[in-house]
């Protein structure tokens, strides 16, 4: 058995603060979003280099307040250029948690923590 990629589904409550955020904000791209009617929940799919996440209104689906890692490199890069953004709701820090490696969270609106890790040398 060869088991395949996981696609994380994290619950949101808002759409243009989820879009502020893992868009303007963590710079995900949209790749497609799916409504079954115009004033119905928004689910979507949102992407940035090899990780995908999907994201709904949908109760039901999931619950808020997951917690994800998320595999990177070019961790001080990337938190230097989400703190030059000076985003109103979120200026993360780098911690190095004793058993090594370098780690960044960040909440969402929804309440869901992403932890971008990269691992030491």
């Known amino acids: 058995m060869i088991l ?5 589904i994290l619950r949101s409550f808002d759409e243009a ?3 502020e955020f893992y868009v303007d904000f963590l710079g995900f791209k949209v790749d497609w979003e799916h409504r079954f009617e115009d004033n119905l929940p928004l ?3 949102v992407s940035k280099g090899g990780c995908v996440l999907h994201l709904t209104e949908h ?8 917690a994800l890692r998320i595999q ?7 938190h230097a250029e989400l703190n030059a ?3 109103k709701h979120a200026r993360p820090g780098i911690e190095n948690p004793p ?3 370098s780690e960044m969270s960040i909440k969402d609106p929804s309440g869901n923590r992403l932890t ?3 691992n030491g040398e």
């Not at 395949?4 to 994380?8: A, D, E, F």
């Not at 109760?59 to 997951?66: L, W």
């Not at 490199?73 to 990337?78: C, T």
Request: some cysteine; hydrophobic content about 30%; overall charge neutral.
């Open 4 to 8: 395949g990629q996981v696609t994380p």
């Open 17 to 19: 603060k989820t879009r």
């Open 43 to 45: 689910y979507m799919q």
């Open 59 to 66: 109760f039901g689906d999931c619950s808020p307040g997951a």
């Open 72 to 78: 990177t490199d070019g961790l001080a890069e990337y």
């Open 85 to 87: 953004k000076q985003f």
């Open 99 to 101: 058993w090594g490696g």
């Open 116 to 118: 971008f890790v990269q």
